[in-house]
């Protein structure tokens, strides 16, 4: 293992200098205990020399070893080089005894005897890392001493001899024994770094997922923006700050225009290229260090913090609403998104980050009402109007049911003798706590709250109480007109409602007159079917409001239509209009041509009707001959209005008693 292996090194070359000076050290007492013996010769000059060399070679080599990293690159041979060392020290110093005359161990050179056997044993207690090392130093020096002992052939030399021989096996055992202890030891080491190190590894490795988990839960995977659960954060935050430091923090929230019908229209991955595109020009544009977020589907939010917050969003949303006009590429094709936006300011609008966010959506809501591709900014009356709609959708379910929400009557007459020949029911809710709810805000809550069904039906049912009684009242031949909006044909089956309603009163279907505005009539695709059905059945049709749109003319032909109903905007004051009079008078030869009555609305004077007479149109409605009204007061209206009808209604009394 090669980490064992420098471990080995490091023991070794650690304190090695310290063994050579060591080593220089005792040779040259050796050397001054023969001088001081006399004894020193021109053999100890000459053995004292070659053994400093041995120590200078070994100190060179070491520090070429350290120098060119050797002992950490090159442990085994740093190692063999190091033992080479020892073992010439090692040589030098079993020399010794030959140098000098008459060597008596156990007499009077008893101090190197010592010197020596010190040498020896120092090494295996102080080499225990590297055995072959410490053995090339101390055996020769052993062996040399025990040679010596035994060669002198005294019976106290041969006997410390053989206790010698005996040290060099106890010696080598428990050299090669440490030596495995310290292998092992230094093995348990490497393993116990090693799992540290995977320790550690696995720790940043987790620390490293963490962040990237962070970063996914906070970012939105398609544009790279924050995402919505980071906005809430981030808001929140901002405002809390706000709130200590006395300042504002402005919420723009914008939405892309017709972002689902290019997603249908041209898939999804041009409408991801399209997010990402609004993502990049709003991170281009906001640069002052205000969070950019994606909230969802083609919502994207933007929070101004710090000083100047309220102005510095107006300029924001003015740039990015005048980038959005630039077409957005891509694959070859482009497409101008139109893009509303909603400004809210805390503490100016809300005092807390879920009613500020509120507010922007309010503020976005009225900003893509009016269609305008501008920016928004919230205002009181908006939450007033939201919490109306709010209210309004919650009551209609079961104002539908109780028969709060109802039909209202207006009656139609003939211009020029004045008597009745139809009816128009339009939807009348009295609220208990927002008082009169227009028409409009209920058809509309309708369809938010998919009611557009139970709604018509309740008014198709309040039209056909009526038509049945009519005939009492000598009225058999008057229909009764009710209004379907266009986009009700795409929400269900008018036809099948119809038929369900006028067989459960046993009405015919020709007593109805269905309004339809020029819109259906403009969209084929949307209500075609229905409408050739709803002609079939034998209910009559009106187009209403006509000449605000572009009729097809083709299709008033292909679909027998009854009446044309010419919009309130061309009657009124039509007496001092004369461009009015010249544009009903159009209306008027398009529908004689066509075989369809005229109905003009909203007749107000004398004046204007008798002008309309005069033009040509048939039919009327106007708070010249009635307001709208209940029910329950049109036998009164009809008997005052009409007084034949009064009498033939008391003769028909008079006959179901007879
Ligand atoms: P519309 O179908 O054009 O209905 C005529 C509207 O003109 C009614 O308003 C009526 O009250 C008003 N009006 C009649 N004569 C005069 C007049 O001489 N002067 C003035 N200034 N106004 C007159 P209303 O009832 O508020 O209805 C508004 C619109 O709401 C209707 O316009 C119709 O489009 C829609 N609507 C009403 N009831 C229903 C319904 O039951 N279902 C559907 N889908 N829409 C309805
Ligand atoms: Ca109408
Ligand atoms: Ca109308």
């Known amino acids: 293992m090669p980490a064992v292996l420098q471990a080995q090194v490091a023991d070794i070359a650690d304190g090695y200098r310290s063994t050579l000076i060591l080593n220089l050290i005792t040779l040259t007492v050796c050397l001054f205990i023969l001088h001081i013996q006399n004894e020193a010769g021109w053999a100890n000059f000459v053995w004292y020399a070659a053994a400093v060399v041995v120590v200078a070679c070994r100190a060179y080599a070491l520090n070429a070893l350290n120098r060119r990293g050797k002992l950490l690159s090159a442990p085994q041979s740093s190692l063999t080089i190091l033992s080479l060392g020892a073992l010439a020290s090692g040589v030098v110093w079993a020399a010794l005894p030959w140098t000098v005359y008459d060597f008596e161990p156990l007499g009077s050179h008893a101090p190197l005897f010592l010197m020596m056997g010190g040498m020896a044993a120092g090494s295996v207690i102080k080499q225990i890392g590297y055995t072959p090392l410490a053995l090339s130093y101390s055996i020769p020096i052993l062996l040399s001493l025990m040679v010596n002992l035994i060669g002198n052939w005294r019976p106290n030399d041969v006997l410390v001899g053989l206790c010698l021989s005996l040290m060099i096996f106890v010696f080598i055992r428990r050299s090669i024994w440490a030596e495995r202890m310290f292998v092992s030891s230094q093995v348990a080491r490497h393993e116990a ?3 540290a190190d995977s320790l550690t590894r696995a720790n940043s490795d987790i620390l490293r997922q963490n962040s990237r988990l962070e970063a996914l839960a906070n970012r939105d995977t398609l544009t790279g923006l924050a995402n919505r ?25 914008f939405d892309v225009e017709r972002f689902q019908s290019i997603n249908d229209t041209l898939g999804h991955s041009a409408g991801d290229a399209l997010l990402r595109e609004i993502a990049n020009r709003l991170s281009s544009i906001v640069e002052d260090g205000s969070l950019i977020a994606r909230l969802g589907g083609d919502e994207f939010a933007v929070v101004v913090s710090g000083p100047d917050a309220l102005h510095r969003a107006r300029t924001h949303a003015a740039a990015v609403l005048e980038a959005s006009r630039r077409p957005i590429h891509w694959h070859q094709r482009q497409a101008v998104v139109g893009l509303s936006v909603g400004l809210a300011a805390y503490p100016d609008h809300a005092d807390n980050a879920e009613e500020l966010l509120a507010c922007a959506d309010m503020a976005l809501y009225d900003a893509k009402r009016a269609d305008r591709r501008q ?5 009181p009356d908006l939450r007033r109007n939201a919490e109306r709609k709010r209210i309004i959708e919650q009551d209609l379910d079961r104002a539908i049911q109780t028969g709060a929400i109802g039909a209202w009557f207006q009656p139609q ?15 009348r809710w009295q609220h208990p706590q927002l008082g009169f709810v227009s028409p409009p805000e209920i058809v509309n809550a309708a369809r938010t709250v998919h009611l557009s069904e139970q709604l018509t039906a309740s008014i198709a049912r309040d039209a056909c109480l009526l038509a049945r009684r009519l005939p ?29 309603v006028t067989s459960a009163h046993g009405v015919a279907p020709s007593a109805l007159e269905i309004e339809i505005t020029e819109e259906a009539i403009l969209d084929p695709a949307l209500a075609d079917d229905q409408l050739k059905r709803l002609e079939q059945d034998g209910y009559k049709l009106a187009v209403d409001d006509f000449g605000m749109g572009h009729s097809s003319l083709a299709y008033l032909i292909g679909l027998k239509v009854d009446r044309l109903k010419i919009d309130r905007s061309f009657v009124k004051d039509v007496a001092r209009s004369e461009t009015n009079q010249k544009l009903i008078s159009a209306m008027v030869s398009l529908g004689q041509s ?28 106007g708070y010249l001959f009635a307001r709208p009204m209940p029910a329950s007061a049109l036998d009164t209206w009809i008997t005052d209005h009409q007084p034949t009808a009064l009498k033939r209604k008391t003769r028909a009394k008079h006959l179901s008693v007879a």
Not at 414 to 425: P, Q, V
Not at 597 to 609: L, R
């Open 375 to 379: 920016l928004r900014e919230f205002d």
């Open 594 to 621: 066509l075989s369809l009555d005229i109905v003009v609305e909203g007749v107000e004077t004398p004046e204007d009707a008798a002008i309309l007479a005069r033009l040509g149109c048939s039919i009327a409605q």
């Open 472 to 500: 009492e009242f000598g009225l058999g031949d008057v229909t009764v007109a009710l209004n379907v909006s266009p986009r009700e044909f795409a929400l269900y089956s008018v036809p099948c409602m119809l038929q369900r």
């Open 413 to 427: 007459v003939d211009l020029t003798t004045r008597r009745i020949t139809g009816f128009e029911a339009l939807v």
């Open 229 to 253: 659960m980071f906005f809430h954060g981030r808001l929140a935050g901002d405002i809390a700050r706000a709130a200590v430091v006395k300042e504002q923090v402005a919420l723009l929230i």
């Open 193 to 195: 770094t090693t799992l």
